[in-house]
Each structure stands twice: as C-alpha cells, then as structure tokens.
T-cell receptor, first 113, second 114 residues
Framework: DTEVTQTPKHLVMGMTNKKSLKCEQH?????MYWYKQKAKKPPELMFV???????INESVPSRFSPECPNSSLLNLHLHALQPEDSALYLCASSHPDLNEKLFFGSGTQLSVL | DQQVKQNSPSLSVQEGRISILNCDYT??????FLWYKKYPAEGPTFLIS?????DKNEDGRFTVFLNKSAKHLSLHIVPSQPGDSAVYFCAASTAGSGNTPLVFGKGTRLSVIA
C-alpha cells in the first residue's frame, strides 16, 4: 500500500464554520506533512509531524490547527478561515530517517466563502 | 529568497521528441534532489531522484542529470508522450541532516503535442 488518502476531496465552508481535513497512510511512515498549494504556485509547507510530535510549524495562523492522533492519521482542523485560505491542501508522508521522498495524497480542494 | 528555481514556466514539445526541464539551486547544502509530476487537482507524484554523490540517474524514459559545480539539474524525458503533459516540480533537501522539509521550485508546465 503506497497510498496517502485524504478526505474530503472537496470542501466549501463559510468563514464562521469549523471543519476538519483528514489524512491516512499505512506505509509505516513516521513523518507526516501538511502543504498548501495555490494555483500556479509550488506546494508551501505548513506543518511537519515526526513520530507523532509537531516538529515544524511554518508560522501558520492559529486558525489552522494540526493534530496527529497516531502514526497513521493526520488531521487539520479549520476555524474562522478567510477567503484567501482557499487552496489545495496536500498531506504527505515519508520515512523520517531516510532521504525525503514524500508520498502525497490527492489533496482537499478548499473553498472559503 | 528562492532556493530552488525553475526559470521556464512552460515548455511545449512534439510527441516523440526529447523534453528537457531545468532547475537551479542556490543552497550548496542541498544533497538530495527530486522531481515530481503533478496533474490538476491531484497531489504531486514522485518521478525520480538523485543524490549529490551521483551525476546521473536513469529510470526508463526519465533521466536526471546533476551538475553540482553549476548548482544545476535537469530532467530529460525521451521519448515524450502526450500523457507526460503535466506540471513538473523540482525539489531539494539536505537529507543528511534528517527530517529536513523539501524545498520546491515553482514548477514548469510541460505540454506534449501529438
């Protein structure tokens, strides 16, 4: 199994809503990542979890709250988002002790109205 | 400051010909380089990688060349096929220091014309 599964694939939410993005992998990877990608831009790192602990937060606003309940799951909780937060949110995983070949999920296309 | 640069936003190539995508980097600490391919509304898919101890790595139709002195790498696709039409991202990391996140270039959109 070389898949990273993200749900939902599409999400439309209002600025007062609370929603969560989910990511799951069963490759035994102990590093998991959230990236944000806007159209015609490269993926932009948001958070890195290593062995279920938050190791990198790239100065992401607190309206984005990551959570890693176990080694296979990664969530991104969303609250009070702005329209400019509309983007493709990508989850990825890798083995933290080897070269950083990331496996990406298909992403969640988020629209904030 | 862009550490990984892909200076060509787009490239068009005839089917069957060679596609050459270029990437430059500024951080001399980078020692591991990857190419990802991305279709619209999908996550990037790993294509090929190269470690700084090598100057060439080949996998089927895809070859990556690394010129460390010039801080330059290139991806060659031969022969190009219409299904290769996608955005290609170059990425780099300092793998020797463990869990260092990848730094991506802005991508090059390849169009292979039948």
């Amino acid at each position: 199994d070389t898949e990273v599964t993200q749900t939902p694939k599409h999400l439309v939410m209002g600025m007062t809503n609370k929603k969560s993005l989910k990511c799951e992998q069963h490759m035994g990877h102990r590093a998991m990542y959230w990236y944000k990608q806007k159209a015609k831009k490269p993926p932009e790192l948001m958070f890195v979890y290593s062995y279920e602990k938050l190791s990198i937060n790239e100065s992401v606003p607190s309206r984005f709250s990551p959570e890693c309940p176990n080694s296979s799951l990664l969530n991104l909780h969303l609250h009070a988002l702005q329209p400019e937060d509309s983007a493709l949110y990508l989850c990825a995983s890798s083995h933290p002790d080897l070269n950083e070949k990331l496996f990406f999920g298909s992403g969640t296309q988020l629209s904030v109205l | 400051d862009q550490q990984v640069k892909q200076n060509s936003p787009s490239l068009s190539v005839q089917e069957g010909r060679i596609s050459i995508l270029n990437c430059d980097y500024t951080n001399s600490m980078f020692d591991y380089f990857l190419w990802y391919k991305k279709y619209p509304a999908e996550g990037p898919t790993f294509l090929i990688s190269i470690s700084s101890i090598k100057d060439k790595n080949e996998d089927g139709r895809f070859t990556v060349f690394l010129n460390k002195s010039a801080k330059h790498l290139s991806l060659h696709i031969v022969p190009s096929q219409p299904g290769d039409s996608a955005v290609y991202f170059c990425a780099a990391s300092t793998a020797g220091s463990g869990n260092t996140p990848l730094v991506f270039g802005k991508g090059t959109r390849l169009s292979v014309i039948a």
